[in-house]
């Protein structure tokens, strides 16, 4: 099987091409955005000529949130038009198309984990951009394209709470972070492996939310990545949102549900506490300063 990565350079696309360079019947092109622009509509049907991918993954996103408020045609063009101009290839050519979307697609006002289904209501400029990437590929390959919602990613490459906790933890007697936005942390690794399941499981096209098990607040994964460092978590102190202003908001509660996701016979993600220490004790180099 043909795997085309875009975004390879970042978290998720650095893991997904470990993992699938050691399967041997994969034959894996893993370009980051130097080596393909997908918001370049002949590059992308030059590289499609050329490999003839049979699975699609789009790791490539604008992740800086903040700098979305005021870089937002830089946002829309990577976040919407590029997936759009990937899932009319992937319809054209019969590759299968997975794109990974986010939690800030939701406006994190409700009480209990969202649905695949659930309404839409973006607060950010990232988050409307990725809603749109989803929404092009939903109309654009309905048929071939995936789109998976994650949240709260961290992984041994690129930056991450994890790495700028674990910064903080050796430079600074005390952190303040807030405890009132609650989601999933969950390790990019662990995806990228639940990913390649997705393509082998034969389930249908669609929307799927694929989130490590459990929830907390960033001010709990804080203290949890202390402990795992051997530091003491009583020098992270809770603040709240208000008192932490950022250019995008932020949404309050934005746990994803996977009912779908185990209901389709997909294998479960591990709680995050589990999964944070699996990470580090897989490559702990990686995330100390």
């Known amino acids: 099987m043909r795997w085309l990565i875009t975004g390879a350079r970042g978290q998720l696309g650095s893991d997904l091409r470990r993992l699938l360079d050691g399967v041997p019947d994969a034959r894996v092109r893993a370009l980051g955005s130097a080596e393909l622009d997908i918001t370049d509509r002949t590059?992308?049907?030059?590289?499609?000529?050329?490999?003839?991918?049979?699975?699609i993954v789009n790791a490539a996103g604008y992740t800086a949130v903040d700098a979305a408020e005021s870089d937002s045609d830089r946002a829309y063009a990577v976040n919407a038009v590029g997936p759009a101009l990937l899932a009319a290839e992937a319809a054209r050519t019969g590759a299968r198309l997975v794109h990974v979307s986010t939690d800030y697609v939701f406006d994190g006002t409700a009480v209990a984990p969202y649905p695949v289904n659930a309404p839409t209501n973006p607060r950010s400029v990232y988050g409307r951009t990725k809603l749109a990437g989803e929404q092009a590929i939903r109309e654009l390959a309905p048929d071939a394209g995936f789109v998976v919602r994650t949240s709260w990613l961290y992984g041994a490459s690129g930056p991450n709470f994890v790495k700028t906790m674990a910064r903080l933890a050796a430079a600074q007697p005390t952190v303040s972070v807030v405890d009132d936005q609650i989601g999933s942390p969950t390790w990019s690794a662990e995806l990228?492996?639940?990913l390649v399941d997705l393509v082998g499981s034969g389930v249908p096209a669609g929307i799927y939310h694929c989130r490590a098990a459990r929830c907390t607040s960033w001010y709990g994964f804080a203290r949890a990545v202390f402990c795992e460092l051997g530091a003491d978590p009583n020098r992270v102190l809770p603040t709240t949102t208000d008192e932490f202003p950022r250019p995008a908001p932020r949404p309050a509660y934005s746990v994803l549900s996977d009912a779908e996701w185990l209901a389709a016979g997909l294998p479960p993600m591990l709680d995050w506490r589990a999964a944070l220490a699996a990470a580090l004790a897989a490559d702990r180099a990686a995330y100390l300063p």
């Open 43 to 55: 590059a992308i049907e030059r590289e499609l000529a050329g490999f003839g991918p049979d699975v």
């Open 192 to 194: 990228a492996g639940r």
